[in-house]
């Protein structure tokens, strides 16, 4: 049983470059979202999709893309990668949007941007 | 906006202890509570879901306590043992239809042999 799996688990980008995190679940969830992790601070929403076709901006949003074309993934586009971007990126995934379900949380993407 | 305070940010004890993680958020208007475990380079694993009816989860040797007028939630750990070893996060959720997450800084736990 697979969960959430996160590609890459490291990259280093240069500022201005674009690239795409790759997130899928083999759990048929609907709902999946997206996360950044900086140190001193807590995970914040970037954008999450309760189901294929549906995404909608978290808490910081600005600088990311993302769609949903099919259930199993949710990628997370940087369309022009800026040193405020390094993070680390966590995607997460849920039966349903229904709050009284657990998480499920990938093991997250190291993103530096030089 | 719900801000989320978890005291102390890191704590260190021998094997065996008893201790209480804590965890404050500001708005009481919560659909339920979670506490996530995060290893070191890892993803987060939820130890426990609180739903705002109830006031204690056990699982194991963990119990989370919620009272959600105060704005306070407690993760309890009996006999800590050095595989405890980890950040704890607290996280309430202000949406009922849908999630809305809000994570606490967390608290780094070290539990010596």
């Known amino acids: 049983n697979a969960g959430v799996t996160q590609t890459p688990k490291f990259q280093v980008l240069k500022t201005g470059q674009s690239m795409t995190l790759q997130c899928a679940q083999d759990m048929n969830h609907e709902y999946m979202s997206w996360y950044r992790q900086d140190p001193g601070m807590g995970l914040r929403l970037i954008h999450y999709s309760v189901g294929a076709g549906i995404t909608d901006q978290g808490e910081v949003p600005n600088g990311y893309n993302v769609s949903r074309s099919t259930t199993e993934d949710f990628p997370l586009r940087l369309l022009s990668a800026a040193p405020s971007q390094t993070s680390v990126y966590f995607c997460?995934?849920?039966?349903?949007?229904?709050?009284?379900?657990?998480?499920?949380f990938g093991a997250g993407t190291r993103l530096s941007v030089l | 906006k719900q801000e989320v305070t978890q005291i102390p940010a890191a704590l260190s004890v021998p094997e065996g202890e008893n201790l209480v993680l804590n965890c404050s958020f500001t708005d009481s208007a919560i659909y339920n509570l979670q506490w996530f475990r995060q290893d070191p380079g890892k993803g987060l694993t939820s130890l426990l879901l609180?739903?705002?009816?109830?006031r204690e989860q056990t699982s194991g040797r963990l119990n989370a306590s919620l009272d959600k007028s105060s704005g306070r939630s407690t993760l309890y750990i009996a006999a800590s043992q050095p595989g405890d070893s980890a950040t704890y996060l607290c996280a309430p959720n202000s949406g009922a239809g849908s999630y809305q997450l809000t994570f606490g800084k967390g608290t780094k736990l070290s539990v010596i042999p």
């Open positions: 609180i739903q705002s009816s109830q």
């Open positions: 997460a995934s849920t039966p349903t949007a229904q709050a009284k379900n657990i998480q499920y």
